[in-house]
């Protein structure tokens, strides 16, 4: 699409028509300063397609202050190789006519013919809004609107879909996006986001499981009560059939008899008890006698048993008394000889003393007299060490200084031997008798002299030759020597020697004197260690102590010569001792016995005494007699009880008293069961009958069937719901899937492009574009890694760009899809600096190769270099048109940050 | 000459769980104004008597309301009526006759006849011989006694018995409750009236079933009528008419809708059923959106003319045109979703019927829409 020729009239500040001609493709740039009538150009154009001409909100369109004018606006474009002509008159005299070519439409038909052109809409009434504007809404940017891509992308989104849809075979759909809100919308009423029931049906489910429950409760009922009335049909026949015949009787008579054959048989029993307790005491009264007879033979033969006791006794008792002499003289044999004992003992203690003491004595006069040599040794050392240590000073020397003078006499006898290297060599062979002087020394013969300096030569006759000689050398051994000589003397005089050889035989001296010292000290400590005095001391103590023992050993008694050891007597006394203690034990334990035995013997004599009484007592014989009487009476009676109780025994047995008792027992338990089965049979009956009388009242299962068929309702309210609600959520999740595939379809393309202007400002940047075709995040290489902002986090220069580079974007997208694009820039731009606005301007050419655009700015200097003749709005105002001059711009302009 | 006006089935208490509310009670309703016509049919015809061959309710425990209107139900005939225990209201221990007893509810001139015995009518010129159910089912022939009664010489032999007659009802051959097929012969029966089958029946020139009074099945078998009953004389063969007294008619339609022009047809054989009816529809088969849009506006219409009129529509798959999809608007990825759902809508699983509701509602939105846009342009046109 071209826009060729445009022109205004009574439009705003245009009052008198202005009209643009020749407009290129490419970029017409539009320059003048503020109110020029840039926006105004722009709002024309804009009303020119907006607005409905018979809109009557569009006064602001007029003039200031002139309510009849009639703007008016003619456009004229090329496109798909026609000419169109657009004019359109506002509010005073309204009228739209488009001519394409040859044809001609007028009034909504050419407004909609344009609306779906360039894919926008109107309003339903009153102005033109954001949302109407569509496409161009997206592609004419309002000043300082050119950051803001959200959204007049997202108005221009569905259009944009249809457009774009188009080159993508048809698969955009024109209201998709209305029907999945609409989707979204009734299965909001069923669902929530996440698939949860929401309120209404949620209360239909619930509502369901509890009529659920009430009717599974209420068949559990019914189902009861139908066991209940089954239950009181058993009983009653159960009545009828069995109770009726009162079977419970026969038991009963049945039991009588039983319990009149027992109490015979009881009574049985009951004579026999008394029988076998009659044959139990005559039982007992015979073994009583029996055991009197034979109480009577056995005392005889105890009487006979202690007579036996009582002489044993005696003849223990005499026993004992005969060993008592023995034991007493074995005690007195024993006393003597542990006094002998003790005795010898004593004697052999005196012996051990004097026999230590004589050993003392000895040994302390052998050492009194080593003392005595040795003190006598020690005393002469001492003078003699002491005769040494007087000669030690004058052969004392120190040993460094001799050191020093040593390496001093060296260092002469070395400095002779490098003079006589050095010095000049005088050889002389003289005439006989003639001599000559040498220094001050005469010579004659032959020889040689060594000049160490300088001589003279004294040739007697002749004159004199001076001798010099060579070298510094000479001269400076001399004076070595010279200082040497002085050291050499210095020394000899401090160790007071005359020459070297004396000073070591001193030295030599010195030591030989130190180790004789040394040698007589040792001695001298190996006699007295302590010293002389102590040695002194000690002899004089051993003789005072030697004094005493002799004293002591003087006091001691004679001993005789064959005194046993002091051991062997101690042993003996030993011995003697437990003898005696052994003969004195003895004889108490004898002692002892001796008592027991008398006492043994004097009850052996009592019992004898009491039993033989006893014995000879008098009635004894009649006692024994009727003793053997009774007891044959009772044998008898004995016999008689035996035959009576055996008989009767036999008849008990044949009767069966047990079998009897549980006769009775079983029978009347069997009578007794039934009637409390007949009674509680009978119970149960009236209970069944009053609980089921209560339970038919409440029309238990009519109730269960209207309940069957509340939920058999809700049951089908709930699927039907659930079917719904399945079928909006699959509607949802089929329309959004084709929604998002055709999105993916369109995505690739726009990013395309985006990515072509991108390059030209962020070399490798990136700028993501979502599922509603909206750019959304700018991803640029930074360091090693990648900086990523979302659009609305950018600095608002950079949104600029960002801005206008998504909607060059879109334009190449529609132009791909055989879409008219018009760009309109009302001052695009001024936030961006300098180097970035060259990268735009590098942009926006490369666009206009393919997109007419129209620029408005009040900044003329930073489009120079756009490659775009500047149109000057003033001149064109005053109808004159040409181009205009940047310089005044300029001069204004500085930093172009403002709006103009 | 008796006369006899002989029934079966009434089954008083039973509930319609399948309908609206508004309908089931109506149809409850019904139940009870069966009684009333056939009280109001005796009262007319002069009958000595009504037979009522078992079933009379639905359930055994019933509200004290449900039983006082039955027995109300029959005040419009004063003459006896003779009223069975069937399989349903079986002479238990405890059973909705003792209750109605109990509740005194039964009037004097109903005769329960809740023991097998004998009852004789001499000044009516008929002995009866009941076979009631003592137990909810029996396997045993409860009329088999009916051969070895006797009866007071010349007086009619009336048998009454609820149950299967054998070898007679294919569809509940290993059915309880059996019947012998020649009972009438064998026990001598004048006439022997039949309860439990809910069609009209006729086993023999004696042995009839009669029949529900007020159908309540989808069964086409003559149900909605009673049988009035004259014998001349013992031996004589009865005459038997049959007067209808149902007040709904239940009807079943299937269909199966293959081309366009099906949906024109099956619409002229609804219109032609009887008003007032209660239809269960069940649609098979195929149908554009266009077609299943004048469906649904048809059935609205006949669900308004019919007590009840239930459609099962879930075998039928919605085939969209290109000219529904056309008209519908449903260009670019809407359109791919239709046919996605046309599809998934093959088959009969849960996944099937999902997506057809999903596809009918898409229809509907669409139409909407379309509608909606088309009244907004009119309106801004404006």
């Known amino acids: ?900 | 000459m008796p006369r006899f006006l002989h029934t079966a089935d009434w089954q008083i208490g039973r509930q319609y769980s399948r309908f609206a509310e508004e309908d089931a009670s109506i149809l409850a309703d019904a139940r009870f104004t069966a009684i009333e016509t056939l009280a109001a049919l005796a009262t007319e015809q002069a009958v000595d008597a009504v037979l009522v061959a078992g079933d009379v309710f639905d359930a055994q425990n019933l509200s004290d309301r449900t039983i006082h209107r039955t027995f109300q139900a029959m005040a419009g005939f004063t003459g006896p009526w003779l009223l069975l225990p069937g399989n349903h209201d079986a002479a238990l221990a405890e059973s909705v006759w003792t209750h109605a007893q109990r509740l005194s509810a039964v009037p004097d001139n109903v005769d329960l006849l809740l023991t097998p015995e004998v009852r004789v009518y001499q000044d009516l010129g008929f002995a009866v011989l009941p076979a009631p159910l003592t137990q909810r089912q029996t396997y045993n022939d409860l009329t088999e006694w009916f051969d070895r009664a006797d009866t007071p010489e010349g007086l009619l032999r009336i048998g009454l018995a609820h149950g299967s007659v054998e070898g007679q009802l294919a569809e509940e051959i290993d059915s309880t409750n059996p019947i012998a097929a020649d009972r009438a012969a064998t026990a001598r029966l004048d006439y022997l009236a039949l309860g439990d089958w809910h069609g009209y029946k006729t086993i023999d020139a004696r042995t009839r079933y009669s029949g529900t009074p007020e159908q309540e099945r989808f069964k086409d078998n003559g149900a909605g009528q009673a049988l009035i009953v004259d014998i001349e004389r013992p031996g004589a063969e009865p005459q038997v008419q049959s007067h209808t007294t149902g007040q709904f008619q239940w009807i079943k339609h299937q269909d199966t809708l293959a081309v366009a022009s099906d949906i024109e047809r099956l619409m002229t054989e609804l219109d032609a059923l009887p008003p007032r009816s209660v239809v269960d529809l069940t649609l098979n088969g195929e149908v554009d959106l266009s077609g299943y849009q004048t469906l649904l506006h048809y059935l609205g219409g006949a669900e308004a003319r019919h007590r009840s009129f239930q459609s099962h529509l879930s075998g039928l798959n919605l085939i969209p045109t290109e000219e529904d999809i056309a008209a519908l608007h449903a260009d670019g990825y809407v359109g791919e979703v239709i046919g996605e759902l046309r599809e998934r809508q093959e088959g009969q699983g849960e996944e099937a019927d999902t997506a057809r509701t999903a596809l009918a509602i898409l229809a509907g939105m669409l139409r909407e829409n379309g509608t909606t846009s088309e009244s907004e342009q009119v309106e801004s046109a404006k």
Request: charged content about 30%; overall charge negative.
């Open chain 1, 1 to 900: 699409m071209k826009l060729t020729r445009l022109r205004l009239d009574q439009l705003k500040q245009f009052r008198q028509p202005l009209e643009i001609r020749d407009l290129t493709d490419g970029i017409n740039l539009f320059v003048g300063p503020n109110e020029s009538g840039k926006s105004t150009l722009v709002r024309a154009i804009r009303a020119a397609f907006f607005e409905r001409y018979k809109s009557s909100s569009v006064d602001d369109l007029q003039p200031w202050g002139d309510t009849s004018a009639t703007p008016e606006i003619e456009l004229e474009f090329d496109w798909q190789g026609e000419h169109w002509t657009l004019n359109k008159r506002f509010l005073g005299k309204k009228r739209c006519d488009l001519k394409v070519g040859s044809q001609h439409f007028s009034g909504e038909e050419a407004e909609e013919k344009l609306a779906e052109m360039l894919g926008y809409q109107f309003p339903g009434r009153g102005a033109s809004k954001a949302e109407h504007w569509g496409i161009p809404g997206l592609l004419w940017v309002e000043q300082g609107a050119v950051q803001d891509i959200q959204g007049p992308v997202s108005h221009a989104g569905e259009h944009l879909q249809s457009a774009l849809g188009q080159s993508l075979g048809e698969v955009a759909s024109s209201g998709g996006d209305e029907l999945i809100a609409r989707v979204e919308k009734e299965r909001a009423e069923l669902l929530t986001t996440t698939g949860k029931e929401t309120k209404d049906y949620k209360k239909v489910l619930e509502d369901y499981r509890h009529s659920r429950e009430r009717l599974d409760a209420l068949n559990q009922s019914v189902e009861q009560y139908r066991q209940q009335v089954d239950q009181l049909g058993v009983l009653i026949e159960q009545k009828q059939t069995i109770d009726a015949a009162r079977p419970w009787e026969e038991q009963r008579r049945k039991a009588d008899t039983a319990k009149t054959q027992l109490n015979e048989v009881q009574r049985w029993q009951s004579e026999q008890r008394q029988d076998q307790q009659a044959l139990d005491n005559c039982r007992q009264s015979q073994a009583v006698y029996r055991q009197q007879l034979k109480d009577f033979e056995n005392q005889q033969h105890q009487l006979t048993q202690r007579a036996e006791d009582k002489a044993k006794a005696e003849a223990q008792l005499q026993e004992c008394r005969d060993r008592r002499p023995q034991l007493e003289k074995r005690r007195a044999d024993a006393e003597k000889a542990y006094e002998q004992a003790r005795s010898r003992r004593e004697q052999a203690r005196h012996q051990a003393e004097r026999t230590r003491l004589q050993q003392q004595i000895d040994e302390l006069a052998d050492r009194q007299s080593q003392q005595a040599d040795a003190l006598k040794q020690a005393t002469e050392l001492q003078v003699a060490l002491k005769k040494l240590h007087a000669q030690q000073p004058d052969k004392d020397i120190d040993p460094a200084a001799l050191a020093q003078l040593k390496r001093t006499e060296q260092a002469l006898s070395e400095l002779v031997i490098r003079q006589k290297a050095l010095a000049t060599r005088l050889n002389y062979e003289l005439e006989p008798e003639q001599s000559i002087t040498v220094g001050d020394e005469a010579v004659t013969g032959e020889g040689e002299t060594l000049l160490v300096e300088a001589t003279e030569l004294h040739i007697p006759g002749i004159g004199r030759l001076r001798i010099q000689p060579g070298g510094t050398d000479v001269a400076d051994l001399l004076r070595q020597q010279e200082a040497l000589q002085s050291e050499q003397a210095n020394l000899q005089r401090r160790l007071d020697i005359e020459s070297f050889e004396e000073g070591e035989q001193r030295a030599a001296d010195s030591q030989r004197l130190a180790q004789a010292i040394k040698h007589e000290q040792a001695r001298l400590d190996i006699l007295a260690p302590k010293g002389v005095d102590a040695l002194r001391t000690t002899a004089e103590q051993d003789g005072a102590r030697l004094e005493t023992l002799r004293a002591q050993w003087a006091q001691l008694p004679e001993v005789q010569a064959d005194v046993t050891s002091e051991e062997n007597a101690e042993a003996d006394l030993e011995a003697a001792r437990a003898e005696l203690k052994r003969a004195e034990d003895a004889l108490n334990q004898h002692q002892q016995q001796q008592g027991l035995a008398e006492q043994a013997s004097a009850n052996a004599h009592a019992e004898w005494d009491k039993l033989n009484a006893e014995l000879q007592a008098p009635d004894r014989k009649a006692r024994e007699e009727q003793a053997n009487k009774e007891l044959t009476e009772l044998k008898a009676r004995e016999h008689q009880l035996t035959t009576a109780i055996d008989a009767r025994q036999k008849q008990i047995d044949a009767a069966q008293p047990e079998v009897l008792e549980q006769d009775i027992e079983r029978f009347t338990k069997s009578a007794n069961a039934m009637e409390t089965q007949a009674r509680e049979r009978a119970q149960n009956i009236r209970d069944l009958q009053v609980r089921l009388e209560e339970q038919g009242a409440q029309g238990l299962e009519e109730k269960r069937d209207e309940e069957a068929q509340i939920n058999q309702r809700l049951a089908q309210r709930r699927d039907e719901l659930t079917r719904r609600a399945q079928a909006l959520d699959l509607l949802l999740k089929l329309l959004k899937d084709k929604r998002q595939a055709l999105t993916r379809q369109l995505q690739a393309p726009l990013q395309k492009h985006l990515n072509h202007y991108l390059k030209l400002l962020f070399p490798q940047a990136h700028l993501s574009v979502d599922e509603n075709l909206m750019p959304t995040t700018l991803t640029r290489p930074q360091g090693t890694g990648e900086e990523q902002g979302d659009l609305p986090s950018l600095s608002y220069g950079a949104r600029e760009q960002m801005g206008l580079i998504s909607r060059l974007a879109y334009a190449d997208l529609l132009r791909e899809a055989g879409k008219p694009t018009l760009i309109i820039l009302d001052d695009a731009l001024v936030h961006s600096d300098s180097q970035r606005l060259d990268q735009m301007k590098r942009i926006l050419f490369d666009a206009a190769r393919r997109h007419q655009v129209l620029l408005f700015s009040c900044h003329p200097e930073n489009w120079r270099d756009l490659g775009a003749t500047p149109k000057d709005l003033q001149a064109l105002k005053v109808g004159y048109s040409a181009p205009a001059s940047g310089d005044r711009g300029a001069e204004r302009g500085g930093a172009a940050s403002s709006n103009c």
